[in-house]
């Protein structure tokens, strides 16, 4: 499924918010983890004033000692993980990407922001660029200040959105691996609404909206009813479905809400009617505000 998990953090409780997940899905997985943490040297000398800059070595030099040992004591929290440690120079969104890329069935896992300096990991900044750059699977958490980060988190479900598309599906087996390794169920959550043409209707004639919502959402029933049938073949604890009339991004992101302790799988775009989920859009929305962690793959891969 994946080879190793690579987790990037920067000193702050913030980023360590990654951290019970990392634990729980390196355990299961049964697969090594590697901890990094980026100097950006650019970033450090223009924060070094100018009579001081003759000893930036210094400066780097005791900055990744300093990781080290701040790392050596992140990987003493994992138990029955191979743990590495790896202090790196350059742009962290870069070095992240980079030291991914080099094997494509790398788990990057990450906080959707942190600090390092006087940098933030904000979605919007090295997370967005990662989100929006790598062909890797990649993890994101959204941090919160006061979420905890020691010990392993609990996960119960595993939240499938899906739009009809087979870019959409491309997410169903690593979602069922999930669900068998953790031990939880399944739910295929579908979204609809009549596409914005059918408001508009012919000269003298008005279509009947009731009648065609429930033909929409009959034949999304029926779509979902049948991605159940094939999931519970796989022996998955449970399979179930949720299907909500309204926008894709707003009901997920209220159901996840709704749904503590769920693990949210989906791929970076897909195909609703005229809309598409692509970056930037969906999946960003559900990364920013359903507060539960998300699962991206690049459409069409599998794990």
């Given amino acids: 499924m994946y080879t190793r998990m690579?987790?990037?953090?920067?000193?702050?409780?913030?980023?360590?918010?990654?951290?019970?997940?990392?634990?729980?899905?390196?355990?299961?997985?049964?697969?090594?983890?590697?901890?990094?943490?980026?100097?950006?040297?650019?970033?450090?000398?223009?924060?070094?004033?100018?009579?001081?800059?003759?000893?930036?070595?210094t400066v780097v030099t005791e900055g990744e000692r300093s990781s080290e040992q701040y790392l050596k004591k992140i990987a003493s929290s994992f138990s029955d993980v191979n743990v590495r440690c790896t202090v790196e120079r350059g742009r962290?969104?870069?070095?992240?990407?980079?030291?991914?890329?080099?094997?494509k069935t790398t788990l990057i896992a990450m906080a959707t922001h942190g600090r390092s300096g006087m940098s933030r990991w904000l979605l919007g900044s090295i997370a967005e660029k990662v989100l929006r750059a790598t062909t890797n699977p990649l993890l994101l958490v959204r941090a919160n200040e006061e979420a905890p980060t020691e010990?392993?988190?609990?996960?119960?479900?595993?939240?499938?959105?899906?739009?009809?598309?087979?870019?959409?599906?491309?997410?169903?087996?690593?979602?069922?691996?999930?669900a068998r390794l953790l031990n939880v169920g399944m739910v295929l959550f579908r979204a609809y609404e009549l596409p914005a043409s059918a408001y508009y209707g012919r000269e003298n004639y008005l279509p009947n909206y009731e009648e065609l919502k429930n033909r929409a959402k009959e034949q999304a029933q029926d779509y979902l009813d049948k991605r159940i049938e094939a999931i519970k073949a796989e022996e998955v604890q449970t399979v179930s479905s949720v299907l909500i009339e309204g926008p894709g991004p707003n009901e997920i992101i209220d159901y996840a809400r709704k749904s503590p302790n769920a693990l949210i799988t989906m791929c970076t775009h897909g195909r609703s009617g005229v809309k598409r989920w692509v970056l930037g859009s969906v999946t960003e929305k559900v990364v920013r505000h359903s507060g539960d962690p998300v699962l991206v793959m690049r459409g069409?891969?599998?794990?």
């Avoid at 634990?23 to 100097?39: K, W």
Wanted: no cysteine; hydrophobic share 50%.
């Fill in 6 to 57: 690579l987790i990037p953090l920067d000193g702050s409780k913030t980023a360590e918010n990654v951290l019970p997940y990392g634990r729980i899905l390196a355990r299961t997985l049964q697969i090594p983890v590697e901890l990094m943490e980026v100097l950006d040297i650019a970033g450090m000398a223009s924060q070094v004033a100018a009579e001081k800059a003759r000893h930036l070595d």
């Fill in 92 to 103: 962290p969104e870069d070095v992240i990407i980079e030291k991914a890329a080099a094997d």
């Fill in 151 to 178: 010990g392993e988190a609990v996960l119960k479900s595993i939240i499938v959105p899906l739009d009809g598309s087979e870019l959409a599906e491309s997410v169903l087996p690593t979602a069922v691996k999930f």
């Fill in 300 to 303: 069409g891969a599998t794990a």
